[in-house]
């Protein structure tokens, strides 16, 4: 498959005014509202286009997996320090992820292999990403299809090369409503020489306040866990840092450490899959604030990431009042999301302010003047 390829499917697209779903793996169908429209695969174009380790710069097509751009990464020392969540197991499988009114062609595409497309379109950080950085920080560059065929570039392979380069950013998170990202552009970064994960059993109010004073010191944390009375907490860099790091910490070693962050960025570990059956009612909420709100009083018990600044809410549907929570996480100064939903057709992300609202829909219009790509996706009327 070539850009031509993609792009003459959105040229006839947009001539018969087709709605078109963008597929890569499919780990994330069920992000966003109902998928809508005839699948457009990328798999197909896939590869990494360069990669030039002492510029620590990476070019890769849309359909290339993440563990395979991740793999060339860890061969020379280096990573992706975002950690974009993978999503390889049991994620697919949530009712009303496949395409409302896609052909079938979609149920052949093997499920739960992430794209670098499908990580550019999603946005989505694993737990280093308070620390350093979003995807959104990390794009250099993008070539995209519009909603009317046209292949466009922007930004390049320099952090300096600032020509278009906040449309890349743009991309980033717009789960394919303003284009097809066909290649994508990164900086990475060296692996740390160590990593080290400290265990302590405390409450949450007091693993609340015991973050922030370590959040305050020059302590080397890349990564924090609360949940069910432990708190977990990450730590990376020089053996001296480290270690240092680990003795001002304290508690324990935790030897399953790379298992359980791993677990975390990918949402396998037992948090969000206990009790799950194909008739469960659940919804993932994702709840951020700012990383000094207290503990919220929320049941059932939340999973808490980022220092604070993310708290995973799991509750059955029919028994939950979003309203309440939506408000209560905007009186301290956040917003909640339905990261993933049983209810596939109500708005899944809070609904944007007036100013950012009229710039989304300017932009729309302009890459997408026929609204053909992931209609209704981001929201239920672009």
């Known amino acids: 498959m070539h850009i031509e390829d993609i792009a003459g499917q959105v040229i006839t697209a947009f001539k ?6 963008i597929r890569g793996g499919g780990s994330k169908d069920f992000l966003g509202r109902t998928p809508m429209g005839q699948t457009l695969l990328t798999t197909e174009y896939h590869g990494i286009v360069d990669y030039d380790p002492a510029e620590l710069v990476l070019t890769a097509r849309c359909g290339t997996p993440v563990e395979e751009v991740e793999s060339l990464l860890r061969e020379h020392g280096q990573m992706l320090p975002f950690e974009p969540p993978l999503f390889e197991h049991g994620m697919s499988n949530d009712r009303g992820s ?46 995209c299809v519009n909603g009317c065929g046209e292949v466009l570039k922007f930004g390049g392979q320099v952090m300096k090369n600032v020509a278009g380069y906040d449309v890349s950013r743009l991309m980033t998170g717009s789960l394919g409503t303003l284009g097809v990202v066909v290649e ?4 990475v970064l060296p692996a740390p020489i160590k990593v080290a994960t ?36 990450r730590l990376s860099g020089s053996e001296s840092g480290v270690g240092a790091g680990e003795a001002a910490v304290g508690g324990e070693q935790f030897d399953a450490g790379d298992e359980l962050w791993r677990s975390l960025r990918n949402q396998n ?21 700012p990383p000094a709100t207290p503990v919220l009083p929320v049941e059932p018990p939340t999973l808490v990431e ?5 708290r995973w809410l799991r509750v059955r549907f029919q028994e939950f009042d979003h309203d309440e929570i939506e408000s209560l996480c905007k009186k301290h100064g956040g917003h909640a999301i339905r990261f993933r939903s049983i209810d596939r057709e109500a708005e899944m992300n809070p609904p944007a302010d007036s100013v950012s609202r009229r710039l989304f829909e300017n932009l729309k219009a302009s890459f997408d003047p026929a609204g053909i790509l992931n209609p209704g996706r981001l929201y239920r009327d672009l």
């Not at 670098?116 to 959104?136: E, F, I, K, T």
């Open 16 to 21: 018969n005014k087709t709605p078109l779903c």
């Open 98 to 143: 496949h395409s409302r009114d896609a052909d079938s062609e979609s149920e052949k595409t093997p499920s739960g292999s992430s794209t670098v497309g499908g990580m550019v379109a999603a946005g989505l950080s694993g737990p280093r990403r308070p620390w350093s950085g979003s995807v959104r920080d990390y794009i250099l560059g993008t070539v």
């Open 184 to 187: 994508a552009s990164f900086k």
């Open 198 to 233: 400290r265990m302590l059993e405390m409450d949450e109010d007091s693993a609340h306040q015991f973050l922030k004073r370590m959040l305050a010191t020059p302590t080397p944390i890349d990564a924090t866990c609360y949940y069910d009375g432990q708190l977990y907490i």
């Open 269 to 289: 570990h037992e948090f969000f899959t206990q009790n799950d059956t194909a008739d469960d009612d659940i919804d993932l909420w994702r709840l951020s604030l």
């Open 306 to 310: 980022w220092g604070g600044a993310v």
